[in-house]
């Protein structure tokens, strides 16, 4: 249904990069679920990425399953990027995402995320050199801008297509806009008119209704899921079925197998210290879906181990 450089993304539904979530775990979780197209890495610094321990880096270690499997760089200029790409072809990436979009402070200082596209020449080069340095599929994600503006959006995105990205994402949302702002999946649609590589929108898709009033409106190629995927990992493949006509296998959701499943993919995948933090962040959204849901993320929030956040979390799903 969507193909870039070889590389076939079916059904067209693309898993966000999302700091702390989008880990072994959570992609072996979600594969198991089905109707997921593309899964993806969180963002990985392109200066530190080289070093990283591929066996046991929490963020990169991944199974042979995890496929197709797009890392996203972060990157903030030229330096670090050819190294960083070398090493996405070492590790057998599918596709490499270029992060212009992330307003976290932090990441702008540095000069990445959404500080790269205020500079469209420095902008070019990078795109230019990543391209030059990869046969992959290269996707990029963006943003609005900083506020809503068609030209220069136009301008950034046309750009981008003819330093030859594959893929464009949009996050619907302007740069400084919180996540509870409703996302402007129409700006998606404008993106889409201007260019003729795919266009995948992003942004408070966290039900199959929402999936298909945000294709009505931007007429995307596809849908990217953040929250919503971890909210409901079965989003998926409700999505894949009900949208795209996929013939998945029947699918019973069951929350607390979904939980406990998880669970036993952290324990299998990463190092003890390493587990917790990611279950605390995957509970924060996937409690969402229960009427009482705070109090599971308030009892695993205060756990002091696996041990007790699984014993806790028990007793929750027994009284729900
Ligand atoms: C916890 C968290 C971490 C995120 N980390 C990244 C990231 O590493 N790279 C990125 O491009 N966007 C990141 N994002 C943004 C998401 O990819 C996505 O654009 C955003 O959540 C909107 O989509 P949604 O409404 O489906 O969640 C993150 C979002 C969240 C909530």
């Known amino acids: 249904m969507l193909e870039i450089r070889g590389l076939s993304i079916t059904p067209p539904l693309l898993l966000a990069p999302m700091a702390g979530l989008t880990h072994s775990a959570f992609r072996t ?17 392109a ?8 066996v046991i880096s929490p963020f990169l270690v991944s199974t042979e399953a ?25 590790l057998k990436g599918d596709a490499i995402d270029l992060n212009l979009g992330c307003p976290a402070p932090k990441v702008r200082q ?18 230019a050199e990543a391209r030059a340095h990869t046969a992959l599929p290269l996707t990029a994600k963006i943003r609005l801008g900083e506020e809503l503006n068609e030209s220069s959006l136009r301008n950034l995105c046309r750009m981008l297509e003819g330093e030859g990205i594959d893929l464009l994402t949009v996050h619907a949302r302007l740069r400084k806009e919180p ?11 404008k993106v889409k008119n201007w260019l003729t590589i795919p266009v995948v929108a992003n942004g408070g898709i966290f039900s199959v209704d929402d999936g298909r009033r945000c294709l009505e409106r931007s007429g995307a190629d596809g849908l990217m899921l953040g929250r919503g995927a971890a909210m409901r990992p079965w989003l998926f493949h409700e999505l894949a079925s009900e949208l795209y006509g996929l013939d998945l296998p029947r699918l019973e959701i069951d929350r607390p197998a979904c939980y406990f499943f998880f669970i036993s993919q952290l324990e299998e995948r990463f190092r003890p210290e390493r587990r ?19 109090r599971l993320a308030s009892a695993v929030q205060s756990s002091g181990s696996m041990q007790e956040a699984r014993e806790r979390a028990t007793v929750f799903f027994a009284r729900s």
């Open 29 to 45: 979780l979600l594969l198991r679920l089905g109707g997921v197209g593309l899964l993806s890495t969180e963002m990985l610094s």
């Open 47 to 54: 200066r530190r990425l080289p070093m990283e321990n591929a």
């Open 66 to 90: 995890e496929h197709p499997l797009s890392y996203q760089l972060l990157v903030a200029d030229n330096v670090h990027l050819a190294r960083a790409i070398d090493r996405v072809h070492e």
């Open 110 to 127: 540095f000069g990445g995320g959404s500080k790269l596209v205020d500079d469209m020449d420095s902008l070019r080069q990078l795109v």
């Open 179 to 189: 996540f509870i702002r409703k996302p402007r999946w129409e700006w998606v649609g």
């Open 276 to 294: 917790l933090g990611r279950l605390k962040e995957f509970t924060h959204y996937f409690s969402m879906t229960y009427p009482f849901g705070l």
